[in-house]
């Protein structure tokens, strides 16, 4: 029997316009674009999973085909589900590596030094393409040493407890493992705002296992981030934020959606940093900021666009003195996650890009701004700028 | 979130309006669920081209001065003559700002070939659809060759070439077919592609194929004069790569519409939204207004389905929904209802009124012409039958007009969305 509930590829009007603007069917010919790989070959493959068509491999979840959808249309989560639902498992080192990030960053964070010199050598990089197929050309983001939850235990925690108003901060696995000052810039945005910063018992939110596959395991981080949150928001009027985009996205929209988890307990206390300062300075808490004097390009991460969350961070943004902001017009940054690490996608990747490298070559600006660390990474590999996160800005004007 | 003018709906007639507000300096937002019918638009703008025998209307603003006059609920009545006029050259301007170039034949209608080969009268086009040189070449009759991409399955030459050839201006004039390949696709039916328009289109704004295609047409159109393809000359190069081709060949080449989605307009779409954001507006795709609260018979605030609880305030509302097409109606068993407030709609009942027996009847199928029922400022009328001063409805929304009878709904969606912007700006300023 066909699942009625899931019948949204039926809504589908055929008008190809999500095709259009796909950014992984602009550049390469094998991909025939969502449209075809979603609701078109869904009706083949609910009969026959032997319908399965490989191409839809290339999809990286971006979500721009389901923005452009006049229909109503939920293409990439078609596609994604489809991807898991119909591929036979395959036990793949490289997948499994990347996709545990906390695994691997619990691990790598204890020899980090050692870590950042290995992945950084050229022999190294080599055997990585050779037998891994990660390409020899992507860098690596860094490890950083000891976690940000030990960080804040040892340093932070304590603090808190002065504050009257805190909320809980889902970290995610870039700022535990890779990136500690963008944590604890959070904390010094949120304390010169007289906010307290609380963290719980949390998993990698599941993004890169729903990429790679790994359905139960993302399943089963989601049950335990849900208990573990909710607990952290008996109170209706507490709150949930996260510095990374994706987080948030999988937190509110995959666990719904995708994975057909009820967040519900969560979903409304739950929000990306910029739409919870943006919420605070809209009631009158804007502390005073000094200038920062710095000229910036703004990039939009492809998940921050689906959530309608842009509009929050440019807002909050235009609001810190000294800061020439240049916003870029909207394109995918190419990495998608584990996607740009994965040497049959590398060249897909880094032509998705293209058009945005270009774009902050010619604004030529002090540095870059956008929300998502794995962006980040991508800008940072392919461009000579450095990439901040909007909560980095925001430090430096309440740095006192 | 605050804006002294919040637009529901990023079609033609939101995004005229959205530039007409910034543009005056009002905070402006847009807020869109989905890409607009654009993309399933001919890419030229109608004014009027039919009058209500179905005769070609040919000098579209006298037509209109007496046509209002009698028809006091029309979209076009309620702006006046002069501002649709206005609205429409404030358009031609917006588009020459993002080097778009718009041509118009004076004040009279001219003509565009369809993908079926017959003839529509419109006010404005491309340049590769109307400019003085393609017109000179149609009066002299010259050679055309009517060239497809092979493997391109939304047009069909030799249908439209039949159609040509039955209209009297066409009779005398010499037609031949030809094909396009692109060698590095190797077996298009194999391909996993489709080819529809947005992947020949790709093609062709690739510079480094120019030559080969280039060549191709040469080839393929002999000694013909002028070329006609569907359009699909590209979308990002598509004015620097149009140029080219027609220096490289030395031939005429027109843009055919074809079925979607629709490249011309696209161009159309992208040039809007380039404009709109240049002047500092804010476009929230993705989303969709799922209701808002009435404060003193003024609408307050709305929400929406990604921010939840958050309200959006404004000074002004802009309803562009569209029509049962983009979601701005919908009809169930009950009737004809406006989704977002329920405002009161102008319908027929019974169900059966809704439309015509034959589907493609000249008269145009009555629940076109359905819509949210307005005053002359475009206000929707409450339960109480009194307007809402601060909503303003625009576009296919609107009743009492059939964009498909009367060529209409380009001219419509552009001056009703410029005369609410105008009292909008009044208002705030």
Known sequence: ?400 | MNYDCLIVGGGFSGLTCGIRCQGAGLSTAIISAGMSALHFSSGSIDLVGYDHERKIVYRPFEYLEKFTGAAPDHPYAHCGVETVRESLFFLKDVLAAEEMEIHNNGDENHFHVTGMGTLKPTFFSQRSVFNSAISQAFARKAKIAVLNFEGYRDFYPELAITNLLNNSLFRDVEISTGKLVFPDYGDPQKNPFEYRSIDVARIFDTIQYLDEIAEQIKREAGDAEFVAMPAFIGIQNYKKHHQILQMLTGKLIYEIPALPPSILGMRLDDALKSRFAELGGVLIAGDMVKGGDFRGGLLDHVHTQNYGTARLRAKAFVLSTGSFFSGGLVSDARGIREPIFDLRVSATSPRSTWHSPQFLDRKGHPFLEFGVETNGRLNPLDAGGNPVENIFCTGALLPHYNPIREGSGGGVAVATGFHAANQIIKACG
């Not at chain 1, 939850?149 to 002065?162: C, D, E, G, I, T």
């Not at chain 1, 605070?280 to 808490?285: E, I, P, W």
């Not at chain 1, 502390?287 to 703004?298: C, E, F, H, L, S």
């Not at chain 1, 190419?334 to 060249?347: C, L, P, S, V, W």
Request: glycine share 6%; with cysteine.
């Open chain 1, 1 to 400: 029997m066909i699942d009625l509930e899931n019948i949204s590829f039926d809504h589908c009007i055929k008008c190809t316009v999500c095709t259009i603007y796909c950014p992984v069917a602009r550049v390469t010919h094998h991909f025939p674009g969502p449209k075809q790989s979603g609701p078109d070959t869904e009706r083949l493959r609910i009969k026959n999973p032997e319908l399965l068509d490989d191409s839809l491999r290339y999809c990286t979840n971006c979500k721009r085909c389901e923005i452009a959808c006049p229909s109503n249309v939920k293409i990439a989560d078609i596609i994604q589900s489809s991807k898991w639902k119909y591929f036979k498992k395959k036990f793949r080192i490289r997948d499994y590596f990347l996709s545990h990030t906390d695994l691997m960053g619990s691990v790598a964070v204890n020899y980090a030094t050692l870590v950042n010199f290995f992945t950084g050598l050229p022999p190294v990089k080599f055997l990585l393409d050779a037998v891994f197929l990660i390409p020899s050309k992507r860098t690596f983001p860094k490890y950083a040493r000891g976690t940000f939850r030990k960080w804040f235990r040892k340093y932070a925690q304590k603090k808190q407890a002065a504050f009257g108003t805190r909320v809980t901060y889902f970290h995610g696995c870039f700022v535990n493992y890779n990136d500690h000052s963008l944590g604890k810039d959070l904390v010094t945005v949120l304390n010169a705002m007289n906010i307290g910063v609380d963290i719980t018992r949390e998993r990698c939110c599941g993004v890169p296992l729903i990429a790679n596959g790994y359905i139960g395991k993302a399943r089963k981080n989601a049950r335990y981030n849900i208990a573990s949150l909710q607990k952290a928001v008996v109170d209706p009027g507490s709150r949930i934020v996260t510095t990374s985009s994706s987080c948030a996205f999988a937190l509110k929209y995959e666990y719904a959606n995708l994975l057909e988890m009820d967040n519900s307990s969560i979903f409304n206390q739950l929000n990306y940093i910029t739409r919870f300062i943006y919420d605070q300075f809209q009631a009158g808490n804007a502390p005073p900021m000094k200038p920062v004097t710095i000229r910036a390009a703004y990039h939009s991460p492809c998940h921050l666009e689906r959530m309608g969350g842009v509009i929050h961070t440019i807002d909050v943004l235009r609001r810190v003195p000294g800061l020439e902001l240049q916003i870029l017009h909207s394109e995918c940054c190419g990495i998608a996650g584990t996607y740009g690490f994965k040497k049959e996608y590398y060249d897909v990747s880094q032509k998705v890009g293209g058009a945005l490298f270009k774009r902050i070559e010619r604004v030529r600006p002090d540095f870059v701004i956008t929300d998502c660390e794995t962006c980040k990474w991508q800008i940072e590999m392919s461009t000579p700028y450095k990439v901040l996160h909007p909560v980095n800005i925001l430090a430096r004007a309440f740095e006192r």
